[in-house]
C-alpha cells in the first residue's frame, strides 16, 4: 500500500463549478501538507500548505486536513478553464523537504 | 520558475549509454533535488544535495549518480541507460518559508526516452 493515495482522474467539470480533490495517507506522523499544481510539459508549482489540521483558504482555494481520518482535500471554488492541469498532494513528517511524499496527482478538466 | 534551467530538455538514447542531466539555478540555494515522474507513480526524489559536494539518496537511486562541484549546477548522471529509466526528470530547489518548512521550487523537466 502506498503511504500517500490519490485518484488518477480524469476528473471533468464545467466552468463555474466547485471542485474538491482528495487523497489519503497512512502515516500518521505526517503534520505538513501541500498541494502543487502541475500545467502538461511543466514543472509542478506550490499551491497552498498547511500545517497540521484545520482549513485554509487562499483566494478560490481552499486546501483541509482531517489528520483523524487521514484525509485531505483542495476545494477550488468557481472553477475556471485555466485551472484544468494535474493537482498533486503531498506531505511530510517533518519540515525537511527531502522527506515529502508525493502523491500521483489527478487530471482536473474545466469545460467551457 | 525560481531561476532553474534544465538541459537537455528533451533526449533519445540508447540502452547502455551514459546519460548526464544537468540542473542549474541562479539564486544561490543550496538545497537540490532531483525527482523522476512516472505515470502512476507520482514524484519520487533520486538524489538531493545539501550543498557543494555534499549529496545524499533519495528513494529511488538505483542506477543513477550525482555531483555538485558548484552551488550552481546538479548534475545527474545515467551511468548505462535502461529503459525503466524513461521519464521526466525534474530538478528542484528549497527555501524555508515562514514557518519553517522548506518548499521547493521545480524546474521545467527533461524527457528523456531510452531505447
Known amino acids: 500500500q502506498k503511504e500517500v493515495e490519490q485518484d488518477p482522474g480524469p476528473l471533468s467539470v464545467p466552468e463555474g463549478a466547485i471542485v474538491s480533490l482528495n487523497c489519503t495517507y497512512s502515516?500518521?506522523?505526517?503534520?505538513?501538507f501541500m498541494w502543487y499544481r502541475q500545467y502538461s510539459r511543466k514543472g509542478p508549482e506550490l499551491l497552498m500548505y498547511t500545517y497540521s489540521s484545520g482549513n485554509k483558504e487562499d483566494g478560490r482555494f481552499t486546501a483541509q486536513v482531517d489528520k483523524s481520518s487521514k484525509y485531505i482535500s483542495l476545494f477550488i471554488r468557481d472553477s475556471q478553464p485555466s485551472d484544468s492541469a494535474t493537482y498533486l498532494c503531498a506531505m511530510s513528517g517533518d519540515s525537511s523537504a527531502s522527506k515529502i511524499i508525493f502523491g500521483s496527482g489527478t487530471r482536473l478538466s474545466i469545460r467551457p | 520558475d525560481a531561476g532553474i534551467t534544465q538541459s537537455p530538455r528533451h533526449k533519445v538514447t540508447e540502452t547502455g549509454t551514459p546519460v548526464t542531466l544537468r540542473c542549474h539555478q541562479t539564486e544561490n540555494h543550496r538545497y537540490m533535488y532531483w525527482y523522476r515522474q512516472d505515470p502512476g507513480h507520482g514524484l519520487r526524489l533520486i538524489h538531493y544535495?545539501?550543498?557543494?559536494?555534499?549529496?545524499d539518496k533519495g528513494e529511488v537511486s538505483d542506477g543513477y549518480s550525482v555531483s555538485r562541484s558548484k552551488t550552481e549546477d546538479f548534475l545527474l548522471t545515467l551511468e548505462s541507460a535502461t529503459s525503466s529509466q524513461t521519464s521526466v526528470y525534474f530538478c528542484?530547489?528549497?527555501?524555508?518559508?515562514?514557518?519553517?518548512?522548506?518548499?521547493?521550487?521545480f524546474g521545467p523537466g527533461t524527457r528523456l526516452l531510452v531505447l
Open positions: 528542484a530547489i528549497s527555501e524555508s518559508n515562514r514557518v519553517g518548512l522548506e518548499t521547493q521550487y
Open positions: 544535495s545539501y550543498g557543494v559536494k555534499d549529496t
Open positions: 502515516n500518521s506522523a505526517f503534520q505538513y
